[in-house]
């Protein structure tokens, strides 16, 4: 399945985003949707995750109570809100997918990625 992304941007310190992710073809019926980020000579690291089909969710604590992962089921889309940015939430985002109900907080554990928007916070 190809992931296309939208929504970010540049925003300024306390201000919010909200990124979308939505399939090529095919719904996310049976998947498991993630949001990983990547900042400028970082590690790739995950940032919240949903389960499609029963809705459970999953967040890094550094995004916990700012970021909310949610689905569209008419679009067939993920968003992420992102509330409160912070300088350090800069970073490339990437949507990540994998089929099965096992929520893996690791770039491997994926099969599927976009091809990253980047979000940029000034303070």
């Known amino acids: 399945v190809q992931l296309v992304e939208s929504g970010g941007g540049l925003v300024q310190a306390g201000g919010s985003l909200r990124l979308s992710c939505a399939p090529s073809?095919?719904?996310?019926?049976?998947?498991?949707i993630a949001w990983f980020r990547q900042a400028p000579g970082e590690e790739r690291e995950f940032v919240a995750a949903?389960?499609?089909?029963?809705?459970?969710?999953y967040y890094a604590d550094s995004v916990k109570g700012r970021f909310t992962i949610s689905r569209d089921n008419d679009k067939s889309t993920v968003n992420l809100q992102m509330n409160s940015l912070k300088s350090e939430d800069t970073a490339v985002y990437y949507c990540?997918?994998?089929?099965?109900?096992?929520?893996?907080?690791?770039?491997?554990?994926?099969?599927?990625w976009g091809q990253g928007t980047q979000v940029t916070v000034s303070s």
């Open positions: 990540a997918a994998k089929i099965g109900s096992y929520t893996a907080t690791y770039p491997g554990g994926y099969d599927y």
């Open positions: 073809r095919r719904t996310f019926t049976n998947y498991v």
């Open positions: 949903i389960n499609w089909s029963v809705g459970s969710t």
